[in-house]
Structure formats: structure tokens, C-alpha cells
């Protein structure tokens, strides 16, 4: 009995480990771009959750136990001292992984910029004359309000 709940501590505490080190990966890649980091955001925790219950599955049956979710995070935060031990390698190891995502974001919102750009063109060119039948309209008012200051100045 007492051995299987070593086990059960032991394979959630390693899933934890393998979490925290996934996640601290997911969310250095994270730091390539605003995009990027939208996406493993978003995709880490998710990861995270299913490594545990995945990890609870094949450990412990599916029972959920108290130490089980304490060894899970134990091994989360051992994995986060290990990485921040290793950090300045592990930085400029991952800084290579950033480039080809940067110059994929790059090519991405270029290959959408031109696909959009007619649209761009033709928005900017009823905006322009919108702005020209507003000035037409405006026009003579403000010279019509110029002229009765003037006149004002004259006779006051």
C-alpha cells in the first residue's frame, strides 16, 4: 500500500518536473513576439492541465489525492529553480528558436498587409472624399462667420 502511494508521489512529482520544464520552454518561445506569446499564452496552461490529468490518469487510476496535486506542483517548482539555475544557457539556446518565429510573424503580416491593401487604398480614397464634401460644406459658413467678425471689428 504504502508503496504504491511512493509511486503515485513519485510519477506525479516527475509529470510536474516534465510540466514546469515544458512551460517554462512554451513561454520563453513566448517572448519572440506580441503573437507569439498570444498563443503559448494561451496553449501553456492548457498543456499543463492535461500532463496532470493525464499524469493523475495513468498513476493514481483517476483518483484525485491531496499529495498528488501537492507532489504535481512540487515538481513545477523544482523544475522553475532548475530552469532559473540554467537560465543564461537556456536563454541564448532558445534565442535562436525565436528568430525563425519572428521572421515567420514578419512574413505572415506582409503576405496579409498585400492581400489587404486594395481594400486600404479604396477605404483611404472615400475617406478623402468625405473629408473634401465636409470642407466644401464648412467653407462657406466659416467665411461667412470670418466676414461678420470683420464686420463686428469694423462697427464696434
Not at 68 to 82: D, K, P, T, V
Amino acid at each position: 500500500m504504502i508503496r504504491t502511494e511512493i509511486a503515485i508521489f513519485v510519477a506525479l512529482f516527475a509529470s510536474g518536473l516534465g510540466a514546469g520544464m515544458l512551460a517554462s520552454f512554451l513561454l520563453a518561445l513566448g517572448r519572440g513576439s506580441r503573437v507569439a506569446r498570444a498563443i503559448f499564452d494561451a496553449v501553456t496552461p492548457l498543456a499543463v492541465g492535461a500532463i496532470y490529468f493525464f499524469a493523475l490518469k495513468g498513476a493514481a487510476s483517476g483518483v484525485f489525492r491531496l499529495y498528488s496535486a501537492l507532489a504535481f506542483l512540487l515538481g513545477g517548482s523544482a523544475a522553475w529553480w532548475i530552469v532559473g539555475r540554467i537560465s543564461p544557457y537556456l536563454s541564448r539556446a532558445i534565442s535562436r528558436l525565436k528568430v525563425p518565429i519572428k521572421s515567420l510573424e514578419d512574413k505572415l503580416s506582409e503576405r496579409i498587409y498585400r492581400r489587404f491593401s486594395p481594400f486600404r487604398k479604396k477605404r483611404a480614397a472615400k475617406r478623402a472624399i468625405r473629408a473634401a464634401r465636409r470642407k466644401e460644406k464648412t467653407t462657406p459658413k466659416t467665411h461667412a462667420r470670418a466676414a461678420a467678425e470683420a464686420q463686428d471689428e469694423v462697427s464696434g
